[in-house]
């Protein structure tokens, strides 16, 4: 699995990238088969008072691509966001895979 975590407009510290690290040991946890992972947090400079913080992630599984991205005003918000939006379509992909085989297995008894 490679997983890479870059910054836009701030400096990835090394706290930031073990907090992304552990959150997504939540989703290696569902689903082991996953292929490539790219992280990407920024900081949107915006004319409006407060900056936003955005967090978004690639996941590529065989035979499929995964993306979500949150935006929050604190960045550890947006990466807990992210990481939930990114276990549900983990956990949606790994159902549809086992109902899939299942479904299959289901038509050769018959």
């Known amino acids: 699995m490679n997983l890479t975590i870059s910054g836009h407009h701030l400096d990835v510290t090394p706290a930031l990238r073990n907090y992304v690290t552990s959150k997504l040991d939540r989703i290696t946890r ?3 088969q996953l292929v490539d992972i790219k992280v990407l947090l920024s900081v949107e400079k915006q004319k409006e008072k407060e900056r936003r913080q955005r967090a978004e992630c690639n996941i590529h599984v ?3 691509d995964l993306f979500a991205e949150s935006t929050h005003a604190d960045l550890y918000a ?3 966001e992210l990481m939930d939006k990114l276990d549900r379509q983990v956990v949606r992909h790994k159902d549809r895979l086992q109902s899939h085989h299942g479904a299959s297995a289901k038509h050769l008894l018959q």
């Open 62 to 64: 065989k035979g499929n």
């Open 30 to 32: 569902h689903f082991d």
């Open 78 to 80: 947006a990466v807990d």
